[in-house]
């Protein structure tokens, strides 16, 4: 840090931090894992402490809901940005039972029809065979298109709106962010009013015209007690929650293979290996590195007294590199069986997506390590994702022969 | 600008979003103390960053928790750019 001053132990906003979290999160580990920091929240940080507190109901989720919703209440008589809560409101990541519930089995309900298998391989050769250059950004041109692809057909959306979607996913996803300047604030209001619009037509469209599309069946199927406002907050959430998580997953997982040749070609001579390779690739470097909770009762964790209230940042790629729990946590070994991490968080919030996640990782890595015998990184250090709620690369030029 | 006119602009800032009164803000006080909360401290911030044209950290508030500190980083923070 500049001014000479004493870096504190919490400090995610930091460059060198979003370049390599981890060793921030080793200290954390180290020297005070249930942490109160300076923002007065609680960092947890060991593996047993995050799985306890994602089990336990008495955490309960939706401290950034709650936080957004009082600042939209807060900023009104500046500027209006109702529009966040709308978004947002009904985003299941936030909610609790009995609502959560409810819309967490109707949401599985509808999406666990879908045979995703052949749609997918048919994106990845899509987007392979435009990769004709022998130079290209493997996070802008491969990781990031297919993800988007995938979710849009699904839900029945056009394929020429994907980069639109995208350009709106990417501002949306700050409602994650952990902190929020005022113009993140009104950044995020705009991309929820357009997100909003785009599937208040795309509801309207589907209603009057009914096809086979995830959302024409959320339309149908709609119990009495979600109203249509919420289905618009399902869907920019299932977009959303499906599409940055996946392509972060996709490129950080082959920026780790191309920085281990060794890796690389036995992924490349050992195919099926895959589906075991991606659990560790997402237990190494996971997109979604933190989720919140709040305690709703004084409770005691790893030593410390936790009032009622108070906000907690679980640090979910730092209980993976965790070696009380993990055998040798910072060597990446992709054959690592079994490999329980948290990547997908745990608990009733454990991702309901995982299926979808994991099934594009595996074909998206595999036809690329198939299709192209070696790469070479041509940006180093890679640059990324400007916080730690989505870690992702944002761009990441290669040469491959 | 010197550094009074900074310290001066710090203190009126936080006197208008909190209402707090001018005569409790003392170079050792506390921010958590002045009424100042994660929501106000954005607009405080906000206003900061228009007045000087330039970005700040949103946590630098709690990375610099005292109204002297905190001044300190503004100062430094803004010759350095």
């Known amino acids: 840090m500049k001014e000479g001053l004493k870096q504190p132990l919490w400090a995610p906003l930091d460059p060198e931090n979003l370049l390599d979290p981890y060793p921030m999160y080793a200290r954390l580990r180290t020297h005070d894992p249930v942490h109160h920091s300076q923002t007065k929240e609680w960092i947890i940080s060991r593996y047993s402490d995050i799985r306890d507190v994602l089990r336990n109901p008495a955490f309960r989720a939706g401290n950034r809901l709650e936080w957004l919703s009082r600042g939209v209440k807060y900023f009104n008589y500046d500027e209006d940005l109702r529009f966040i809560h709308e978004a947002i409101n009904t985003f299941f990541l936030f909610l609790n039972p009995p609502e959560h519930t409810l819309i967490r089995s109707y949401v599985v309900k509808n999406l666990a029809e879908f045979k995703v298998e052949k749609l997918i391989e048919r994106v990845v050769n899509d987007r392979l065979r435009q990769l004709n250059n022998q130079e290209f950004d493997l996070v802008t041109d491969y990781a990031q298109p297919l993800p988007v692809s995938v979710i849009a057909d699904i839900m029945g959306l056009p394929a020429s709106d994907c980069l639109y979607l995208r350009s709106l996913g990417v501002r949306m996803h700050r409602s994650l962010d952990l902190y929020h300047s005022y113009k993140d604030l009104v950044n995020l209001n705009e991309a929820s009013r357009s997100f909003i619009e785009y599937f208040q037509l795309h509801i309207r469209q589907k209603s009057d015209h009914p096809d086979e599309s995830l959302i024409s069946k959320l339309i149908r199927n709609r119990p009495d007690m979600i109203s249509e406002a919420q289905l618009i907050s399902i869907c920019i959430f299932l977009f959303i929650a499906s599409e940055e998580t996946t392509s972060s997953a996709i490129g950080t997982g082959l920026w780790h293979l191309i920085q281990n040749p060794e890796h690389y070609s036995m992924l490349r001579s050992h195919p099926t290996k895959v589906e075991i390779a991606v659990q560790e690739l997402l237990r190494y470097d996971a997109p979604v590195q933190i989720v919140g909770r709040i305690a709703t009762t004084d409770s005691l964790l790893g030593g410390r007294e936790i009032p009622a209230g108070d906000s907690l940042t679980l640090l979910l790629a730092s209980g993976n590199r965790d070696d009380a729990f993990f055998a040798d946590p910072d060597t990446l070994n992709l054959e690592r069986v079994p490999n329980h991490h948290l990547a997908f968080s745990a608990g009733p919030h454990r991702c309901l997506g995982d299926w979808l996640g994991l099934l594009q990782m595996q074909k998206a890595i595999a036809s690329f390590v198939q299709r192209f015998p070696t790469v070479e990184l041509l940006s180093e250090p890679p640059e990324w994702n400007k916080n730690l709620a989505v870690r992702g690369l944002r761009t990441l030029r290669v040469r491959v022969g | ?81």
């Open chain 2, 1 to 81: 600008m010197t550094k009074d006119e900074i310290a001066g602009f710090v203190k009126q800032s936080i006197i208008e979003e909190t209402g707090i009164d001018a005569s409790s803000i003392n170079q050792e006080a506390p921010l958590s103390t002045l009424g100042i909360d994660s929501l106000s401290a954005i607009v405080i911030l906000n206003r900061i960053e228009d007045h000087y044209h330039t970005e700040l950290n949103p946590l630098c508030f709690w990375d610099h928790p005292t109204v002297g500190e905190f001044t300190n980083f503004l100062c430094s923070h803004l010759k350095a750019e």
